[in-house]
C-alpha cells in the first residue's frame, strides 16, 4: 500500500530535549516536505527536499532541521525544542514536485512542555 | 508575499444543500492549485487544477479554476453528514505550497 509513515504519532517532550519525527515513503517519490498546523494558521510548511541531498526552507524553518540521505526518508530534527513548536505536524510526498498532488502521513502531535 | 485566503471561514448546513467554498490567491509563479479535504487527522486529495475554465467534478464534488481573476471555487451538491470536514486549498508554486487557512464545513442531518 502507498504510505506516507511518520513516528511518532504522539509525543510529550520538554523544553530542550532533541527530538526527531522520522517521515518515510514507500512511492518512489523525489519531493518530500514538512508542514506544521496550528489553528487559525492552517498549514504552512517548514522545510522541503527536491531530491536526495537537496532541500530548502520553508515559510516557517526557525528551530527545525532536516536531512534527505536516502530517498524514502525526511526525518524532522528538533535540536532544542521550545513550547511555541507545540503543534501539529504534517509529513509529505510527491512524485511531480512542481505541480503534484501531495501525499500526506497521519500526523504527529507534538507537544512541549 | 504569496497568500492563499479561502471563505467562508465555517459553514454550517442541512443535509441536501448545496455548498461553494471559495479560494482565492495572490502568488507569484503559479503551476497548480489543490483542494484537500481534512477530517480526523491527514489531508486527502480532491483536485488538482491547473488550466483555467476546466472543471473537474467527482461525484458531487466539483472545482473551477479563473486563472484571471485569481480563484477557484469547489462546489458540493445535496451535502451529506460525511461531508463535515475542513476543505483546504493549496497553491503550489516552484518546490513550494502554500495552504489557505481552510473553510470548516459542518453538515446538519
Known amino acids: 500500500e502507498a504510505q506516507v509513515t511518520q513516528n511518532p504519532r504522539y509525543l510529550i517532550t520538554v523544553t530542550g530535549k532533541k527530538l526527531t519525527v522520522t517521515c518515510s515513503q514507500n512511492?518512489?517519490?523525489?519531493?518530500m516536505s514538512w508542514y506544521r498546523q496550528d489553528p487559525g494558521l492552517g498549514l504552512r510548511q517548514i522545510y522541503y527536499?527536491?531530491?536526495?541531498?537537496?532541500?530548502d526552507k520553508g515559510d516557517v524553518p526557525e528551530g527545525y532541521k532536516v536531512s534527505r540521505k536516502e530517498k524514502r526518508n525526511f526525518p524532522l530534527i528538533l535540536e532544542s525544542p521550545s513550547p511555541n513548536q507545540t503543534s501539529l505536524y504534517f509529513c509529505?510526498?510527491?512524485?511531480?514536485?512542481?505541480?503534484?498532488?501531495?501525499?500526506f502521513g497521519e500526523g504527529s502531535r507534538l507537544t512541549v512542555l | 508575499e504569496d497568500k492563499v485566503v479561502q471563505s467562508p471561514l465555517s459553514l454550517v448546513v442541512h443535509e441536501g444543500d448545496t455548498v461553494t467554498l471559495n479560494c482565492s490567491y495572490e502568488?507569484?509563479?503559479?503551476?497548480?492549485l489543490l483542494w484537500y479535504k481534512q477530517e480526523k487527522k491527514a489531508p486527502t486529495f480532491l483536485f488538482m487544477l491547473?488550466?483555467?475554465?476546466i472543471e473537474k467534478k467527482s461525484g458531487r464534488l466539483s472545482s473551477i479554476l479563473d486563472k484571471k481573476e485569481l480563484f477557484s471555487i469547489l462546489n458540493i451538491t445535496a451535502t451529506q453528514t460525511g461531508d463535515s470536514a475542513i476543505y483546504l486549498c493549496?497553491?503550489?508554486?516552484?518546490?513550494?505550497?502554500?495552504f489557505g487557512t481552510g473553510t470548516r464545513l459542518k453538515v446538519l442531518a
Open positions: 512511492m518512489n517519490h523525489e519531493y
Open positions: 527536499s527536491m531530491n536526495v541531498e537537496v532541500t
Open positions: 509529505a510526498s510527491s512524485s511531480q514536485y512542481k505541480t503534484g498532488e501531495l501525499f
Open positions: 491547473t488550466s483555467s475554465g
Open positions: 493549496a497553491w503550489s508554486g516552484t518546490y513550494k505550497y502554500i
Open positions: 502568488v507569484t509563479n503559479f503551476r497548480s
